[in-house]
Structures are given as structure tokens and as C-alpha cells.
């Protein structure tokens, strides 16, 4: 089932000078087995928006679908830690999270807390382990003995290991080496292949080109658009609105266009498309 | 989420804008009054200039009573202790061939009140102060014993880092426990067990970050040539002014009364024989 805002409100720290509404009426709806990509001006509201998916954050009017669960001001969720299980969240710099002894009992701490045990328990490990590119010498490691990447991916690994539905990640890839970053963009693409929806907080427009079907902008507490990438990405009037930098192989294609290349920018999401549509309409003026 | 307790709170307010010398010296002086053997009517009296003073500030009730929350508990259990104990006063009633005495009730009243209004009056302070300026007024305190080579600056600086890093703190630990929820972590109605891993899982993370910001505070003061035994002068210069004298002196008032009073009750009774 989708993931569906109604009017969604959310107020921090009411009622004293701190107050701050960070949200002011979302209406969204997230597709089931989407990649979906969050983006806008730091401050839009990004992080306060993903955290009522798994009711970290409660709405102060509107409520938020999730599956059967209804997230909203009265309600209390009877089952939240199979709601906190359905929707797997990875805060920003995760790294900070980590605690146990060892790497194993880190990555076991989600999915023990969710009634996994014993031979299970160890196999889910391994598996997250494996799939975040580290292999199982590291388990016995402590986790504050790694560098930062490292701690990164066993962090995002805790949250794997306790396969949710629904995986949603605040600025995953900030402030990882490239190489990293795009292995780390790859996983979640796979993890999107096997049916599960993604819902990522980005401020890297080329990976939102590339790897997600589907973006929402905000921007100051509202939903300033939503659409498939390219179809905001080719929009330049309204990226400037939006405080978005395109992606610069959109930037690249669109000077293409200006200089008489009739190259088709929806077809453009990354370096090999676009070389195979200069290709096509090179070849066609011969 | 509820706010840090006593967190200053930018009203603007007479009581916000006095020197934080006279708040402290103020409040000091209010607290040592409370500690008298003071009766009913002299705790009135401050039970009002208490609430007199949370209206002018502009303090929330609220956030007042806030601040009294993890205290309910040892209220409890201080009354349980002093009913056990105390078999002054008045018998009032039996259950099961126990007898409670007024006493005990009167005391444990006293102490509830007491505290209470050292609580009430704390968090004025701390919500109408900066807490940069309150570590000034400290080291102002504190400057005479420089003398003596007590290390009066160092002891300043340690304790507005330490009231620096108090927000940090809170938003760190309301990070992580929104980042260990997500993993399942249920504080509010997990078995005990599961409770106390779940504490575990916000202290490590806690401590790791809290020495790791030390030690790049240290770094970074250092880099900026900071040396503890330097001559300094300040930004911000503290002013004493006529509203401060002027509320020193009140307060003076109120501190005297009060204990005066408590000395000589036949101020009080001739109070009450006035009313009538
Ligand atoms: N815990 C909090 N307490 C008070 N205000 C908050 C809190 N978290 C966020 N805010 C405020 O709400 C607004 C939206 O914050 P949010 O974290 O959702 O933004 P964001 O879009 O994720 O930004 P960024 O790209 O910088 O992460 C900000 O202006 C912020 O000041
Ligand atoms: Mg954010």
C-alpha cells in the first residue's frame, strides 16, 4: 500500500518562543516500491517530513498512512515497533548511533529488538554485513575501531538486517568518498530491485537522476512539486525557484540542446545515456 | 518534546534585565531565607513573592511545573519515610494498628514547600539569564579569591563550557533516541530489561560524542591561542544599575521579613489581630 500524507501539520516546541512549524499542510502520497527522492532547500522540512513515517513524529493535524498504521495527533499506535520494523529509518550520519562491543551484537541490536534470535539472527547479520561491502572479519571488530565510512555501512547495515518494507534514509551518501558513495547508491538500487520502496532525503541531484523514479520537492513546509526526475530536472525555471542545482549532466545536455543538438533530455540520466543519445542523433545527420 | 529544563528563555522582562550579579546574589539570598525555621505565614509570604516573580519574568507555570516532575517521586517518598518515622503532633488516624501524626505530615509539608520554592525560584534565574552571563556573575563572586591563587577564570570557563554544552547535549540525546526508537528500542513500555538496553544504547553513543567534542574544543581553542592564565578582557561588560540596587534592596526586604519574623511571631500575631 502507498504512503499517504493528508494535510499534515507539524509544529516543533508549540506554544514557547522556540516554536517553529516546519510543516504546514503536506499532501503526498508515496508509491509502494518506489525509489522516491526528497529534496529542497536545507530547513524545508525534509527530515521532519520522513520521521513521521515510522511515527518518530507525530502530526499536529492531518495524519499519515502507512500500510494499516494511521499516524496522527490522538492516536496512540497500538504495534509501533512492527511499524518501526516495517519502515526502517537511517538518521543522517548514522555512524553516531553505533554502541554495542563488537560489529556483530551492533547490527543484532535492531533485529534482536524485533524478536529475531539465534541461528536467524546471525544469518541476517552476515547478510547485511555482506551486502554494505564489509566482510565477516569485521564482525568481531569493535565498531568504534573503523574509520568513518566504514562505521557508515555498519551502521546502515543494523538497519538491513532488520528488512523492512520500507527503507528510508536521510542523506545516506553525505560526506562519503565518491567511490563509496556510488557503492553505496547501488546497494540501495538493489535493495529497490527486490521490491522494497526507498525513500531517500538528497541533496545530490545526479544520484536522484539516476537512480530514483520519482522526486518531491519541498520547500519552506509544503510539497512544491512532485514528479519524475527529469521531468523537474528539464524544468530550468522552476529548479531556480526551488533553490535546486540541476544535474550537471542535465546542465551538460541542456548547453548541448542550446547549441543545436536535438538530443532528447528525457532520455538523458547519466554519462552512458547521454553518449548513446549524442551517438543517435550524430549518426542520424550523416 | 518537552524543553530542557530551565532553558533561558529570550522574554523581555525587568527581572531579564537585571545584572545577573543581582540575580544570583538575589536568589542566594532567597534560598538561605527558605532555610530558616520559618512558620506558615512567612512561607506564604514567599509562596506569593515567588509567584509574584514568575508573573513578572514572564515564566511559564508550565515549565515550572516541569522542572518539578522528576521530584514527585521523592516527594512520595519522603512523606512515606516521614510517616513511618515522625510520631510527633496529633494523633490523626490508625491503619491497621499504625498511627500517622500530624507531625509528620507538617514536616514533610515544610520540606515539599521548601523545595518547592527553591525549584521555582532556580528556574527564574536560569530561564531569565543567559547562561554566559550567569558564569560572569560567578566569576565575579569568585574574583576576591583570586589572592589566594584559586583559579577563578579557569573554573568560570569550565563551568559556561559545561552550560555551553548543555543544549548540545539534550538535542544529541533526543537524536539518539528518535535513531535507537527506529531499531526498536521502546523506553516507554518495553519489558526491564529491554529498558536498560535501551538506556545503554543512548549512554555509549552519548559519552563517545561528548569526549570526542572535548577533545576538539580543546584542539580548537588552542589553535586559537587560548591560554587559561592570560590577562582577558571581556565583550560583554556586566552594569550595575539603579534597577539592580533597587532590587537587591526589595529583596533584602523580603529576606529580612521573613526571617525576622520567624524570630519574633509576635509580628505575625499581631497581623492576625489586626485582621480580625
Ligand atoms: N528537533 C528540532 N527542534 C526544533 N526545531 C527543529 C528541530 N528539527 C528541525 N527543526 C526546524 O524545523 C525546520 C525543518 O527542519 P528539517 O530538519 O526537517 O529540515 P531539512 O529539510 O531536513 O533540512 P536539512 O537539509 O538541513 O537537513 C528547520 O528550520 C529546523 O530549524
Ligand atoms: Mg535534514
Redesign the pocket.
Known sequence: MPIEFKNVSHT??PGTP?E?Q?LRGIDLVIKDQSFTAIV??????????VQHINALLKPDSGEVRVNDYVINHKSKIKNIKSLRKLAGMVF?FPEYQLFEETIFKDIAFGPKNFGLEGKELEERVLKAIKLVGLDETYLEKSPFDISGGQKRRVAIAGILAMEPEILIL??PTAGLDPQGAKEMMNLFAEIHRQGKTIIM?S?EMDYVLEYCDEVVV?KK?LVAAQDKPINIFSKAELLKGLHITPPAIIDFANRLIANKLPIDIKKVFDIESLISEIVRVKGGNK | ?NIALGRYIPYDSIIHRLDPRTKLLALIALLVAIFFKLSFWEYAFLIVVCLALILISKVKFRSILQAFKPMWLMMLFLLIINVLVIKRGDALFTIASFTCYSGAIFQTLQIIIRLALMISLTTILTSTTKPLDLTYAIEWFLSPLRVLRFPTHEIAMTISLALRFIPTLF?ET?KLIKAQASRGVDLQSGKLKEKIGGLVSLIVPLFVSAFQKSEELADAMEARGYNPGAKRTRYRKLDFAIRDLVGLLVCALIVFLSIYSSYHPEIVRTLEIWKN
Open positions: 516543533y516546541y522556540f517553529y516546519a529542497g532547500h536545507t530547513g524545508s522540512g525534509k527530515s521532519t517530513l543522517q536521510d542523506e532525503i541533496h519541498l513546509g | 518534546m538535542e533526543q
